[in-house]
């Protein structure tokens, strides 16, 4: 019996390895598609695929393709305030340094064709008046 439990347990790591491999080559094809590369990333990918999203329509709806910095920066935060509450942050640009404080599971910093991108939330705390 114990071996049959062995048996039943090794196919089953290996069926977990073979969806996640699946799935991390379904990503990559899907961040290809977009023309978009992780930097550094500490976000679930349900997240980061919406970032992404919202970036990549932003950018092919800027009239006249000029870089609108700002105005991709705002989409980016008001989308993600809307979804997921206040406290989101984001720097959109071609070049830039930073360094700052995010919450857990809310940091994300890609590129999209030229230009870099960083969202990122911080914790919120009431004012004691």
């Given at each position: 019996?114990e071996?049959?439990?062995?048996e039943?347990?090794r ?8 969806i ?7 990503q ?13 990333s ?10 992404f ?8 709806s800027?009239p006249?393709?000029k ?21 989101w942050?984001?720097i959109?640009?071609t ?5 700052v ?8 910093y890609f590129?999209i064709?030229k230009?870099?991108?960083l ?5 919120v705390?009431p004012?004691?008046?």
């Open positions: 019996m071996a049959a439990e062995e039943l347990e196919r089953s790591k290996f069926l977990n390895s073979l996640k491999k699946k799935k991390a080559v379904e990559k094809e899907h961040h290809e598609c977009l023309n978009v590369r992780v930097r550094a500490d976000m679930p990918l349900a997240l980061q695929n919406r970032a999203a919202c970036a990549r329509d932003n950018l092919d800027t006249g393709k870089l609108d910095s700002k105005r991709i920066a705002l989409a980016l935060k008001k989308e993600f305030d809307s979804a997921y509450g206040p406290a942050h984001c959109v640009g070049s830039f340094g930073s360094y404080t995010h919450s857990t599971g809310g940091f994300l590129s064709d230009i870099y991108v969202l990122f939330k911080t914790a705390q004012l004691d008046h």
